[in-house]
């Protein structure tokens, strides 16, 4: 059973427009939220997070937001660049010593 | 930011050789490390995690005697693939996350192309 889910494999955006990409889970007990950026046989890269106690984090041109009520969280890269064209893994923890539990990663290619 | 070496890149080996692969935190004491596998267009998959000094604890499904760990010191980890066989070869990936504070990102290695001919 999937405990984080990346609904969708793929994603096209024009340059300089908004990615938005999204990610739902299932454990309500996940209470820390990261992003992870992996370009094609590279590790992933850390890129933002969130604690559940928070809404909203903000990182210069990313940002996470956090909906509790719904299990759901969000990518927001604005404005979006060709090099920021990769794989985008969401991830959930429960507590501090808590394994990562990954989703299957959204493909973002960001168009000229 | 934090840096975590994995080595080597790239194995290609014949069936039946031993391969192992290191992974080191350059500027971080790593109380915890991790070693996953990724297949291809599948999500990372957990295989094992090892604290400094303690046996690894290993995901389900994960064979021990297969997949060695060790984590001997706080910076240093290895992961051996003993008498590798072609199904064994995937992306391997390690990962360290230093202190206990809960907000602390894991960092991941750039992984190894494991390759068994």
């Known amino acids: 059973d999937q405990q984080v889910k990346q609904n969708s494999p793929s994603l096209s955006v024009q340059e300089g427009r908004i990615s938005i990409l999204n990610c739902d889970y299932t454990?309500?007990?996940?209470?820390?939220f990261l992003w992870y950026k992996k370009y094609p046989a590279e590790g992933p890269t850390f890129l933002i997070s969130i604690s559940s106690i928070k809404d909203k984090n903000e990182d210069g041109r990313f940002t996470v937001f956090l909906n509790k009520s719904a299990k759901h969280l969000s990518l927001h890269i604005v404005p979006s660049q060709p090099g920021d064209s990769a794989v985008y893994f969401c991830a959930a923890r429960r507590g501090s010593q808590g394994n990562l539990i990954f989703g299957k990663g959204t493909k973002l290619s960001v168009k000229p | 930011g934090a840096v975590v070496s994995q080595h080597p890149s790239r194995v290609i080996c014949k069936s039946g050789t031993s391969v192992k692969i290191e992974c080191r935190s350059l500027d971080f004491q790593a109380t915890t490390m991790f070693w996953y596998r990724q297949f291809p267009k599948k999500s990372l998959m957990l295989m094992a995690t090892?604290?400094?000094?303690?046996?690894?604890?290993?995901e389900q499904g994960v064979e021990k005697d297969k997949f060695l760990i060790n984590h001997a010191s706080l910076t240093l980890s290895t992961l051996t693939v003993t008498s590798a066989h072609p199904e064994d070869s995937s992306f391997y990936i390690c990962s360290a996350r230093g202190g206990s504070e809960w907000n602390q990102p894991q960092h991941f290695g750039d992984g190894t192309r494991l390759s068994i001919l």
């Open positions: 090892s604290n400094e000094g303690s046996k690894a604890t290993y």
């Open positions: 454990n309500s007990m996940f209470d820390y």
